[in-house]
């Protein structure tokens, strides 16, 4: 039954000589992933952040989504002002589809109302693959509408973004895929990326306990056409320079997500799996990984480390 629902909506969807999708992945993470959702958010950590983060989507459905991004960020101190670059690629398949997305980010912070106020810009590279080796069209296998050879196309996309960040809290928005583009795969289909909007927020919450902190993040993800929300809470506990923490994220009417990890020094891992709250049931849910690398860089300078940016949230 999953395969045959799979297969009647790729065959829908492939019928369409114009295909339009919300392009972006949601990652459960997406709270350590700032300069994925925000170009502003390049350089927020003050430190060279690098991470990997590997979604499966759907578990147990034929040709469900996988996504896989790796990215970098840093402050730059070569120039006067407060600069921030970061660097990205996004490998997203899903059934016979697999799209790619590699990105380049930059942003200026300065300083205001005891924080910083950061503005950033995005350029990018999408390429949409379609391949229909493991189509079987049955009788209509000659159908024009349905390459017979796998077909691909590229475009150029931009996107931008503002964030203000404080000791205590951050918070931003961002339009990603502006120029709205469209690419060619063959000559009879077409991929329509939509512009994409984002929106976070996130805060540390106080207590007398010095080795338990709490820090609660919100996220929200819209073309206008669909919606999701996600608020979460996370709990860390400090034990001989170790930091163990873990949390919960609930996204109104699509699903509950549990995760936990470790820092330890400069790296951290964490695993969140979400679970739906539709029918499609517990045991179908999303993988998450997340491996991240932390620290101190200045190749432009002597001496000391020294960055104008403020670290909050790690």
Same mark, same amino acid.
């Given at each position: 039954?999953?395969?045959?629902?799979?297969?009647?909506?790729?065959?829908?969807?492939?019928?369409?000589?114009?295909?339009?999708?919300?392009?972006?992945?949601?990652?459960?993470?997406?709270?350590?992933?700032?300069?994925?959702?925000?170009?502003?958010?390049?350089?927020?950590?003050?430190?060279?952040?690098?991470?990997?983060?590997?979604?499966?989507?759907?578990?147990?459905?034929?040709?469900?989504?996988?996504?896989?991004?790796?990215?970098?960020?840093?402050?730059?101190?070569?120039?006067?002002?407060?600069?921030? @670059?970061?660097?990205?690629?996004?490998?997203?398949? @899903?059934?016979?589809?697999?799209?790619?997305?590699?990105?380049?980010?930059?942003?200026?912070?300065?300083?205001?109302?005891?924080?910083?106020?950061?503005?950033?810009?995005?350029?990018?590279?999408?390429?949409?693959?379609?391949?229909?080796?493991?189509?079987?069209?049955?009788?209509?296998?000659?159908?024009?509408?349905?390459?017979?050879?796998?077909?691909?196309?590229?475009?150029?996309?931009?996107?931008?973004?503002?964030?203000?960040?404080?000791?205590?809290?951050?918070?931003?928005?961002?339009?990603?895929?502006?120029?709205?583009?469209? @690419?060619?795969?063959?000559?009879?289909?077409?991929?329509?990326?939509?512009?994409?909007?984002?929106?976070?927020?996130?805060?540390?919450?106080?207590?007398?306990?010095?080795?338990?902190?709490?820090?609660?993040?919100?996220? @929200?993800?819209?073309?206008?056409?669909?919606?999701?929300?996600?608020?979460?809470?996370?709990?860390?506990?400090?034990?001989?320079?170790?930091?163990?923490?873990?949390?919960?994220?609930?996204?109104?009417?699509?699903?509950?997500?549990?995760?936990?990890?470790?820092?330890?020094?400069?790296?951290?891992?964490?695993?969140?799996?979400?679970?739906?709250?539709?029918?499609?049931?517990?045991?179908?849910?999303?993988?998450?990984?997340?491996?991240?690398?932390?620290?101190?860089?200045?190749?432009?300078?002597?001496?000391?480390?020294?960055?104008?940016?403020?670290?909050?949230?790690?």
């Amino acid at each position: 039954m999953k395969k045959l629902l799979y297969i009647t909506a790729v065959l829908l969807l492939c019928a369409l000589s114009k295909v339009s999708a919300q392009y972006d992945v949601h990652f459960s993470h997406y709270w350590k992933m700032q300069n994925f959702y925000n170009p502003a958010g390049a350089g927020a950590t003050g430190k060279l952040h690098a991470f990997a983060a590997y979604s499966n989507q759907l578990t147990g459905f034929e040709g469900n989504p996988k996504s896989m991004l790796i990215n970098a960020d840093m402050p730059l101190s070569m120039f006067k002002g407060d600069h921030s @670059i970061g660097v990205g690629i996004l490998n997203d398949e @899903i059934g016979m589809f697999t799209n790619q997305h590699l990105f380049l980010n930059y942003s200026y912070a300065m300083k205001l109302f005891g924080g910083k106020l950061a503005i950033g810009a995005q350029l990018g590279m999408l390429n949409a693959k379609l391949d229909p080796k493991d189509l079987n069209l049955g009788e209509n296998k000659d159908d024009p509408a349905f390459p017979s050879s796998a077909v691909d196309g590229n475009k150029f996309d931009f996107g931008a973004g503002i964030m203000f960040r404080h000791k205590h809290f951050y918070t931003g928005i961002s339009a990603l895929h502006i120029n709205a583009p469209l @690419i060619e795969l063959g000559q009879s289909n077409q991929f329509q990326v939509d512009p994409f909007f984002n929106f976070m927020a996130g805060g540390n919450i106080k207590l007398k306990n010095p080795l338990i902190t709490i820090q609660s993040y919100m996220q @929200i993800m819209t073309d206008f056409v669909s919606w999701r929300t996600d608020l979460t809470a996370k709990g860390n506990y400090t034990y001989n320079n170790k930091r163990f923490f873990g949390g919960v994220t609930y996204s109104y009417d699509t699903s509950v997500t549990l995760f936990a990890g470790i820092d330890l020094m400069n790296i951290t891992v964490s695993y969140a799996y979400e679970i739906f709250t539709s029918g499609i049931g517990a045991q179908n849910g999303n993988h998450d990984i997340y491996l991240g690398y932390d620290i101190e860089l200045d190749l432009f300078k002597k001496g000391k480390n020294k960055h104008n940016s403020i670290r909050i949230l790690k």
